[in-house]
């Protein structure tokens, strides 16, 4: 069974809905996955945005959430998933808004696209003290198993 990544709040290429954006209440969305191989050690979880600025232009992707060393025997995350709250052992990395937690969807223009990855690894990832996306994703290198991919929009309404 491969890796699959879904919420109960919005289906892949669907709309996010507002509570979780700069709109609303700006809180994560529930989470859960699935056909987590057997030899995985650690889950990583990269939410990102490569629509910014403007969709039309785009000029960078810009990160909204970074979880890494989630534990293989978690399932899922709740709606608006404190840090006390998530799985033991998980750490947090920084988004571009330089802090770590959720970050929800706030385009200046137009429809952005979202996408929630999570990977399944075959270590745990040292302590990278609040990395950047970059930085973990260079530490995952050589160290995928798996990955599964949800994708949101969300466009403001003005």
């Not at 529930?30 to 945005?49: M, Q």
């Not at 052992?89 to 929800?104: A, F, I, P, S, Y």
């Not at 429809?111 to 990977?119: P, S, V």
Request: a positive charge; aromatic letters at 8%; proline letters at 11%.
């Amino acid at each position: 069974m491969a890796l699959q990544l879904k919420s109960p709040a919005f289906k892949h290429g669907k709309e996010i809905p507002k509570l979780y954006t700069c709109d609303g209440s700006d809180i994560s969305p529930e989470l859960s996955w699935s056909g987590v191989p057997p030899k995985t050690r650690s889950l990583a979880l990269i939410v990102d945005d490569p629509d910014a600025p403007d969709p039309a232009a785009p000029k960078m992707t810009w990160v909204h959430w970074v979880l890494y060393n989630i534990p293989p025997s978690a399932h899922s995350l709740p709606e608006g998933v404190r840090p006390a709250d998530l799985p033991a052992g998980t750490l947090q990395g920084l988004n571009d808004w330089k802090r770590t937690g959720w970050g929800g969807p706030c385009p200046p223009i137009g429809k952005h696209r979202y996408f929630f990855k999570l990977y399944a690894l075959d270590t745990e990832i040292a302590n990278l003290h609040r990395p950047t996306k970059l930085a973990l994703e260079q530490a995952m290198r050589g160290h995928i198993l798996a990955e599964a991919t949800l994708m949101g929009t969300y466009q403001r309404q003005r």
